[in-house]
Every structure is written in C-alpha cells, then in structure tokens.
Nanobody, 123 residues
Framework: VQLQASGGGLVQAGGSLRLSCEAS????????IGWVRQAPGKEREGVSC????????WYADSVKGRFTISGNNEKNTAYLQMNNLKPEDTAVYYC?????????????????WGQGTQVTVSS
C-alpha cells in the first residue's frame, strides 16, 4: 500500500487548505481512508475518516463543521477540505488507511501510513 499525500502549507487563521491523498495497492471501495494529525509534543489524533463500503464518515469533535472529507473511488483518492482553520489545527497531517474507521479513535493501531504533510495556521 502506498499513500501519496499533497496539499498543506501555511495559512492565516480563518483560511482554508485542501489535502489530497492518492492510494495505490489498495481498493478504497473496501477500505477506510482518512487523516491523523500530530502536533509537537502531543499525541496522534484521528481527524477524519471515510469508508465508502460501509457508508461511514467520521470526524473528530475538534473539526466537525469545519472539515469535510470526500473520496473519488475512480481515482482512488481522498480529499480533506479544511475551512475556518485555527492555530490549534497546526500539525503534521498523515494520510492513512485501515479496514475500519473505528481505528481512528486509536490512531496507533492504524495499519497503513503515508508521509506527513505540514499544516501551519498562524494567528
């Protein structure tokens, strides 16, 4: 499984960014995909997950109403649209896949990880 992430960068508070993740070696029709983030000195945090097969979308409480996850099964790609960004969203964001979105409550158990991409939100 390979996960090619893109997007991220530096933005002012209130701004928007979009992360993309193209998966290979796995069929997203039958797997969950999403993002986990880690801020300096903090534990990993599940951010959002989509499981097309199960028809499930999940968001951490901290991002509900601001972030939107979507997927394109034909392109085997997932997207995370992040709006109204806050300084506390600053972290390295990792694209990940796992058989189930339930793993996002316990990010250290997630099976497959892509490279991280830095998101920095200035105040």
């Amino acid at each position: 499984v390979q996960l090619q992430a893109s997007g991220g960068g530096l933005v002012q508070a209130g701004g928007s960014l979009r992360l993309s993740c193209e998966a290979s070696g796995i069929n997203l029709k039958y797997s969950a995909i999403g993002w986990v983030r880690q801020a300096p000195g903090k534990e990993r945090e599940g951010v959002s997950c989509v499981n097309s097969f199960g028809g499930m979308i999940w968001y951490a409480d901290s991002v509900k109403g601001r972030f939107t996850i979507s997927g394109n099964n034909e392109k085997n790609t997932a997207y995370l649209q992040m709006n109204n960004l806050k300084p506390e969203d600053t972290a390295v964001y990792y694209c990940v896949t796992d058989p189930s979105c339930s793993s996002f409550y316990y990010p250290d158990t997630i099976a497959n990880w892509g490279q991280g991409t830095q998101v920095t939100v200035s105040s």
